[in-house]
């Protein structure tokens, strides 16, 4: 299902290139058109991927923090819109030292902060095999993801329940949240990753401007205050995919309560 350049060989890594020579010949001959699927869902690993009928298409994940290559992302997504990345995974930078060694997760990419995922009561995800989604359903009927991320937390995090659901509509993306803590010591803080340009001049929405694609984010704004940090790009391996800049856009909760949840609809929208 890869792209073939002129030779017939996949692109990809070299490990995927060697592979492939032993099929060249098939390659070649075969040309079937490629048909996207609506959704798929990968059991073990717990992630799925999901297409809506105006060009997007979502990826979110369960699983747990002790994965082969883990990042501290129980329970993030990443939305593209005609194939072009709006909300996303940073990624990961030029291998070091830290990358496979005890300090890993002191590196920035790694962390939950860095993902499209709460920070609770200052806290994000601790990494290891115990801190895990539960509760994990997908349905494929209605184009729904769900679970409860509670667990991929810490002790100090204070959260009892956390669920997030991801639903495809016909014409937008609706995400919620719904959670429950056991104490209060900062704001609930909801983080999104993007490259693109962001406009938050009207209150309660966000456009992003993404490689000459717009989508619009709703949220509620008498619920949360917003906030727009840039994490500049000084790593070669990132700056050859997003650029100088990434943005992280935090939503931060205004009230102390120990209950509450919202809703963020993303649809696209033309540019002003």
Same mark, same amino acid.
């Given at each position: ?14 490990? &995927? ?10 390659? @070649? ?20 991927? @999901? ?5 997007? @298409?979502? $990826? ?6 002790? #994965? +082969? ?6 329970? +993030? ?5 005609? +194939? ?21 997760? =002191? ?18 995800? !601790? ?7 539960? &509760? ?7 184009? !729904?993801?769900?679970?409860?991320? $509670? *667990? ?8 009892? *329940? ?6 495809? #509509? +016909? ?5 919620? &949240?719904?959670? =429950? ?19 938050? =001049? ?6 992003? =401007? ?6 619009? @984010?709703?949220?509620?704004?008498? $619920? ?9 790009? &000084? ?26 949840? !919202? ?8 540019? *002003?």
């Amino acid at each position: 299902n890869q792209l073939k350049n002129n030779i017939g060989i996949p692109d990809g890594d070299i490990l &995927d290139i060697l592979q492939s020579l032993l099929y060249r010949k098939e390659f @070649m001959a075969d040309d079937t058109p490629y048909e996207s699927a609506a959704c798929t869902w990968y059991v073990g690993a717990e992630i799925c991927h @999901m297409r809506g009928g105006t060009g997007f @298409m979502l $990826a979110a994940k369960g699983g747990h923090n002790g #994965e +082969s290559h883990n990042h501290n992302d129980v329970g +993030s997504f990443i939305l593209y819109l005609n +194939s072009t990345p709006v909300f996303i995974d940073p990624g990961v930078g030029t291998y070091e030292r830290k990358t496979f060694g005890r300090e890993r997760y =002191s590196v920035w990419t790694m962390q939950s902060a860095f993902h499209n995922l709460p920070e609770i009561n200052g806290k994000g995800q !601790c990494h290891g095999a115990a801190y895990k989604a539960a &509760d994990v359903v997908f349905d494929a009927g209605c184009l !729904c993801f769900s679970l409860d991320l $509670a *667990k991929a937390y810490p002790r100090e995090a204070g959260v009892k *329940k956390w669920v997030r659901n991801y639903r495809m #509509e +016909s014409d937008s993306v609706v995400i919620t &949240d719904a959670y =429950s803590l056991s104490g209060f010591r900062e704001p609930v803080r909801i983080r999104f990753m993007t490259w693109g340009i962001i406009d938050v =001049s009207e209150p309660g929405t966000v456009v992003i =401007s993404a490689g000459g694609e717009n989508v619009r @984010m709703t949220y509620d704004n008498t $619920a949360f205050s917003i906030s727009i940090d840039a994490i500049e790009i &000084d790593d070669r391996r990132l700056y050859d995919v997003w650029g100088g800049r990434i943005y992280r856009l935090t939503l931060e909760a205004r009230s102390e309560s120990l209950r509450g949840g !919202c809703t963020y609809v993303i649809s696209r929208c033309l540019p *002003k």
